[in-house]
């Protein structure tokens, strides 16, 4: 490291530190529809939750609500029947029209406000999807919705992807890592949780940082740590008798309660049957925990490839050796049993094998 980048990410470091120690004021007044009669401002944390900060009661369809934060915390104002805003708390005066859906704040809040707009479109067509799929009329049907699925959720990790590239100079990229660092690798992740970014400190950076420490467990180039798992017949098997034989081994971790496991399967299937005649295993490790779900779940998802599982549940060992909290995971071994890859899902997995199998 060079003296001007040790400069650089000390001054970084001492103006996040300040930041962290600041009070910043919220100033915020609006207008609401006929009916309402009190404004909430909370704090949303963990699984959805929402810790209730202040209110402020509506006197002829307007409000006021004026209060100290720390500096660029993230909350949202609203109520049980206003669709919410959420914002960082910078200081700046802010104006919601809930009636007329419009906004007048910071540069930073409008410029968060628009990715979060566009955020919505993905959001709702989810749900929309998502909805579809429940209603679907045959397995043929369902398996396409998914697909549809599968291809929103990949186009809104690309545009989070951006807005992160975008926005180093600012702690909107940190709203967005929440939602795209389980999409990306070490290398990528590492990059973007760098301390000369502004963001760096902020609270919402918490789940990436950690989310860092377990991609450390499987980071590329380290080798595979051999373990034993059984199959569906009972017998024990060591990883050993697949990966580091000569051929590409995609270990892929999933459950038959995981419904975005099924959403992913095919997926993997797929590459299995394209790339299995050129040196392409697959192994699949379930996170199941009983033996008569594990075996449905083989025979629902249809998987043509070995299976393997300690049925610890959540308490596998494998998986906590590579740091697997969230599934599907995978880990994608080269022929001489080092990880290479990690978390390949949808076109992601397809890219790299084309790639190793020189198919560009």
């Not at 890859?341 to 076109?347: H, Q, T, V």
């Amino acid at each position: 490291m060079n003296k001007k980048t040790i400069i650089t990410t000390l001054l970084a470091l001492v103006a996040m530190v300040g930041q962290a120690q600041e009070k910043r004021e919220y100033n915020i007044s609006g207008f609401v529809p006929d009916g309402t009669e009190k404004v909430y401002l909370y704090k949303t944390e963990g699984l959805g939750s929402r810790v209730f900060l202040d209110s402020a009661i509506v006197a002829d369809g307007k409000f006021t609500m004026k209060g100290n934060r720390p500096a660029y915390d993230l909350v949202s104002v609203g109520n049980k029947g206003l669709h919410s805003i959420t914002f960082f708390v910078d200081g700046e005066p802010m104006t919601v029209d809930f009636a007329n859906d419009t906004l007048i704040a910071s540069t930073l809040n409008e410029k968060f406000q628009g990715y979060m707009a566009e955020d919505k479109v993905f959001t709702d067509n989810f749900y929309r999807l998502f909805m579809a799929s429940k209603k679907a009329a045959s397995e043929t049907e369902k398996h396409e919705i998914e697909q549809q699925i599968a291809a929103n959720n990949e186009a809104m990790i690309e545009q989070a992807r951006h807005v992160i590239r975008e926005n180093r100079d600012n702690v909107i990229a940190a709203y967005f890592l929440q939602a795209a660092s389980g999409y990306m690798d070490y290398e990528e992740l590492s990059a973007v949780i760098d301390s000369t970014a502004y963001y760096f400190n902020h609270p919402l950076m918490n789940e990436a940082r950690q989310r860092l420490q377990v991609l450390q467990l499987r980071q590329v180039g380290k080798p595979l740590t051999n373990f034993a798992l059984a199959d569906p017949d009972g017998q024990s098997h060591q990883l050993s008798e697949w990966c580091g034989q000569g051929k590409y081994v995609l270990i892929d971790f999933w459950a038959s309660w995981c419904r975005p496991c099924r959403m992913e399967m095919p997926n993997v299937i797929q590459n299995f049957e394209r790339f299995r005649d050129r040196g392409f295993e697959v192994l699949a490790v379930s996170i199941d925990d009983k033996k008569d779900a594990w075996l449905r779940g083989i025979k629902d998802f249809g998987t043509p490839f070995v299976q393997l599982s300690d049925l610890k549940g959540r308490n596998s060992e494998l998986a906590a050796i590579y740091g697997i909290t969230t599934i599907p995971a995978n880990l994608l071994v080269n022929p001489q049993g080092k990880i290479i890859a990690a978390d390949l899902r949808g076109k992601a997995l397809t890219r790299k094998l084309e790639e190793l199998f020189n198919e560009l």
